[in-house]
């Protein structure tokens, strides 16, 4: 989508190496997101940012950090990859207001093997 | 447990029909959010409302507060229009909580 980049856009990793995921944007939003999608499941948010250093936990934050050093990157990172962590990673921002106004990158596939 | 609620789960038309999708949630929510998700799996915001209608083309969003649903219209649908719709429903401000979507095929 424009303004907001994901990379990779896949990735195939072996089960306890480490793995950043980005999430770039050029719309200077000041909320970023990530979340994951899994058959069965809605999206579930993992870690959000509020503004540079400043993040959140999610739902499903065990096992993810993040970072956020600028306006415009937000990294994901899983420490030591698990099996259980194969999905479809999505980042996303909003302007104003906490989960109000979403646009979405579109998508990493990241398999564990 | 999911507090968002999606019917159908699958849903087939042929061109032309006039398409409902439903969202149901369990308690008081400050504003609800309408998202497609296309087949290469990009996704796109729709609506986002907190009361009343919203309409964009060929797009109807409406929501009732009292009965805790929300529909998502199609009219004169067209194959371009199969994705998934997901809803999402955020409560007090600060959990966004999504539905396990609708996947929706038209056909010519």
């Known amino acids: 989508d424009a303004g907001i980049t994901q990379s990779p856009r896949h990735k195939v990793t072996e089960t306890g190496t480490p793995v950043t995921l980005r999430c770039h944007q050029t719309e200077n939003h000041r909320y970023m997101y990530w979340y994951r999608q899994d058959p069965g499941h809605g999206l579930r948010l993992i870690h959000y940012s509020y503004g540079v250093k400043d993040t959140d936990k999610g739902e499903v934050s065990d096992g993810y950090s993040v970072s956020r050093s600028k306006t415009e990157d937000f990294l994901l990172t899983l420490e030591s990859a698990t099996s259980s962590q194969t999905s479809v990673y999505f980042c996303a921002i909003s302007e104003e207001r906490r989960f109000y106004g979403y646009t979405f990158g579109s998508g990493t596939r990241l398999t564990v093997v | 447990k999911n507090e968002v609620e999606q019917s159908p789960q699958n849903l087939t038309a042929q061109e032309g029909e006039f398409i409902t999708i439903n969202c149901s949630y369990s308690v008081g929510i400050s504003a609800l959010h309408w998202l497609q998700q296309h087949p290469g799996g990009g996704i796109v915001s729709l609506f986002m409302?907190?009361?009343g209608k919203k309409k964009h083309g060929r797009l109807i969003a409406t929501i009732n507060i009292q009965e805790k649903h929300s529909s998502l219209h199609i009219t004169a649908s067209h194959p371009r229009d199969s994705a998934v719709y997901i809803c999402a429903a955020l409560y007090n401000t600060d959990k966004l909580i999504f539905g396990t979507g609708t996947r929706l095929q038209v056909f010519p």
């Open positions: 409302l907190s009361s």
